[in-house]
């Protein structure tokens, strides 16, 4: 029995759902993990004396760490299987949170949130990868609505412990949460994360047939006594899967899209506690922006898990990217009435991580599995390259003179380009299957014609 084809059809089982929990609460880590530095930087700038341009290359260490950790450690996944990957990304994230704690300098700082940046860089391409492949074709988009929540809702919590943990002890505190949380999850994934069955099949590594079965029997399926035939076979078919024919154009336009919409994304989430915090005067205001940020992130995740069911996955992630361009401006516009600045931090996360959201949801299906870690890992690797220059670049903006409202407008212009991007990647699919691997239209696209219909 082909138990691609049962997940793809058959109604969602219990552990399909667990696995699904799982890389939901990854997701979580990966928020925490990369915003703590934001929730930190309000009481570190007092503690350290630090400039707003060592700021900013704090804020941009994880990122830089990350990008790298996508590019160059999430194609493994193609080789090794996601599984081992993400049991020693976790390894490497739970050492590097652990040294942070440990930092007494800025380049000490630096470098080890840049090593904890690798482990998420892996981990997190190769998640969005798992929830799609156990996911149901009826399903999937709100699946992966449902696991975007993780990132914002990881931020959210992870954010309003560390201000509790700052406020009684110290900023190295949030660092030591994060290392317990992430130690803990490490064991739960070496005991109860499944390898990803498209690996197993397309690499077949030792024990193949006897992972197949055991994911097959904790299905409920039944065991076969051979691996079903790989969808693909050729030396070259991931460059192919990713730059050949009309793959050429959907790349460009998915990674410049992703890259634009995340690079204002973490300017968002790092530099607004700051900021609300610097016009404030009041740390601890600083830390509820940016958790009110992430709230407003989960809420986005949701509403694009429920359009999704309606609409197609692109245009929903148009519609969000386009929000964010209103609710960037109207947040530059009452920066400095704090209760409004409030209210509209949770619009800017509604959109900003709704548009992230989608991009994880229409990115695996857009490649054939082959190729799909790699090009989803490049996506987010080539996207979080360009993220690293916004913290950066706005520490260097604001100490040469300009307004935390000519920088949020700025970072709306960004979000225009984000969404024409994506637009012109839905356009390519006119006329075209929705599938990479077959020249037949895939469910999901007869799915959503239906519902359109």
Same mark, same amino acid.
């Given at each position: ?146 696991? @975007? /929540?993780?990132?914002?809702? +990881? #931020?959210?919590? $992870?954010?309003? =412990?560390?201000?509790? *943990?700052?406020? !009684? ?120 922006? @940016? /958790?009110?940020?992430?709230? +407003? #992130?989960?809420? $986005?995740?949701? =509403?694009?898990?429920? *359009?999704?069911? !309606? ?143």
């Amino acid at each position: 029995m082909d138990v691609r084809e049962a997940i793809r059809t058959q109604p969602m089982r219990r552990y399909q759902i667990s696995t699904i929990a799982i890389c939901l609460i990854l997701s979580m880590i990966d928020g925490f993990e990369i915003l703590v530095m934001a929730f930190v930087a309000p009481h570190l700038g007092k503690s350290w004396d630090i400039s707003s341009v060592e700021i900013g290359y704090l804020l941009s260490a994880g990122i830089i760490g990350t990008a790298l950790g996508a590019i160059f450690i999430s194609p493994l996944a193609d080789k090794i299987g996601r599984r081992r990957l993400a049991i020693w990304c976790l390894v490497g994230i739970t050492v590097g949170m652990a040294l942070s704690a440990c930092a007494v300098n800025v380049p000490q700082l630096l470098a080890f949130r840049a090593f904890a940046g690798l482990g998420i860089g892996g981990l997190v391409a190769n998640l969005n990868v798992l929830v799609s492949e156990f996911s149901s074709d009826k399903r999937r988009g709100t699946a992966l609505g449902i696991y @975007g /929540v993780g990132y914002p809702l +990881g #931020g959210a919590v $992870g954010g309003a =412990i560390s201000g509790v *943990l700052i406020s !009684v002890f110290d900023w190295r505190s949030a660092f030591i949460f994060g290392t317990i949380i992430t130690a803990i999850m490490l064991v739960v994934v070496i005991k109860t994360l499944p390898e990803s069955i498209e690996f197993l099949i397309e690499k077949r590594p030792a024990g193949a047939l006897e992972r197949y079965n055991e994911i097959a029997d904790r299905l409920g399926y039944e065991q076969s006594s051979e691996l079903p035939v790989p969808v693909r076979k050729a030396e070259r078919v991931v460059r192919d899967g990713l730059f050949k024919g009309i793959m050429l154009r959907r790349t460009i336009f998915l990674w410049l899209g992703y890259s634009c919409l995340i690079a204002s994304f973490y300017f968002a989430n790092t530099w607004t506690p700051k900021l609300l915090s610097d016009a404030t005067g009041d740390s601890n205001m600083g830390v509820t922006a @940016g /958790v009110l940020v992430n709230i +407003g #992130g989960v809420i $986005g995740s949701i =509403i694009f898990a429920g *359009l999704s069911i !309606v609409l197609r996955p692109r245009v929903v992630t148009v519609l969000l990217m386009f929000g964010g361009v209103f609710a960037f401006i109207g947040y530059a516009s009452g920066f400095h009435i704090v209760a409004l600045a409030l209210t509209l931090a949770v619009l800017v996360g509604i959109f900003a991580n709704g548009g992230i959201t989608g991009f994880y949801a229409i990115s695996p299906p857009i490649y054939p599995a082959a190729a799909r870690g790699t090009g989803v890992g490049w996506m987010i690797g080539c996207g979080r390259t360009v993220s690293i220059i916004a913290p950066i670049l706005t520490g260097y903006l604001l100490d040469g003179g300009w307004t935390p409202k000519s920088v949020y407008m700025m970072f709306g212009g960004v979000l225009v380009v984000a969404g024409i991007a994506t637009l012109l990647l839905d356009a390519t699919y006119r006329g075209r299957s929705e599938n990479p691997e077959t020249p037949e239209a895939s469910r999901e696209e007869d799915l959503a014609i239906a519902v359109r219909a």
